[in-house]
């Protein structure tokens, strides 16, 4: 069966072979032609064209990737000066922190009050820290003081807190129960808490005049002694999640107050 068509298929290449030996001269230029040509079309279309079409828009992007080369070579230039500005920007933040801390610390504050109260020979009678007071991005801590001594030194202890390195606010002055004292004011006992008040007395003393002797401590004239109240209102920052939970209450009340 083999046999057969090999036979048969010889006898087809031989009559085909005859057949275009006997076409015309033209007929054989345009079969040789289109032998020819095929494959060069079937290359073109399967493998030349579409390679071609993706170096055309891989050129196409070529500018686009110098423009942003450029762009990261000009930041790369800014680095060495971001750096500078980031660690200006870290001072301030250190600074700033130490003005408005992310925590209550209430007994150092009071501590540090309670000194500068020391330096200038006042009578602490009470601390009574209050409850915070929530705004947008920080926490008023108030604390009720309550002290006691000359006028003028109670003016300068305001003086010093107001020149901490925390922020701290003095409110709600008021001062009363003056008295005249024609002593020297003078605070005797060194407490290093305010959970007690200091005890206090009042110390005679003589003073020289400009001839060189001694002027009696009467001749100053009187001292007075009053009693005052304050609030100093120092502050923290809200850390994020109490921000974020301060946000969601804003919402919430936003969405009742629509209802």
Known sequence: MKLNFLKSNTKFLADLEQSVYLMPLWQKLV?????????????WFLFLAPRLQELDTISGKIPKLKQE??????????????????KEMDKVLKKALKLLPESK?????????????NEEHLDFLSFSPGGEVKKDFYAEIPVRLSI????????????KVSRMARIVHIRNVSMGGAKKQREIWSQ??????????????????????????EVAAEDRGPVWIINTSC???????????EQKARAKKGKARKRRRRR
């Open 148 to 159: 006691r001594g000359p006028f003028h030194n109670t003016m300068r202890f305001f003086d």
């Open 105 to 117: 610390d209430i007994p150092a504050i009071l501590t540090e009050i309670s000194s500068l109260g």
């Open 69 to 86: 080369v450029r762009i990261l070579q000009e930041k790369a230039k800014t680095i060495p000066q971001l750096e500078a500005e980031l």
């Open 188 to 213: 005797t006992a060194s407490s290093s808490t305010p959970s007690g008040s200091k005890a206090v007395s009042a110390v005679p003393a003589s003073t020289s005049n400009n001839s060189g002797g």
């Open 31 to 43: 079969i040789c032609l289109i032998a020819f040509a095929a494959p060069c079309v079937a290359f």
């Open 231 to 241: 609030t100093a209102v120092t502050y923290r920052f809200l850390t994020e999640a």
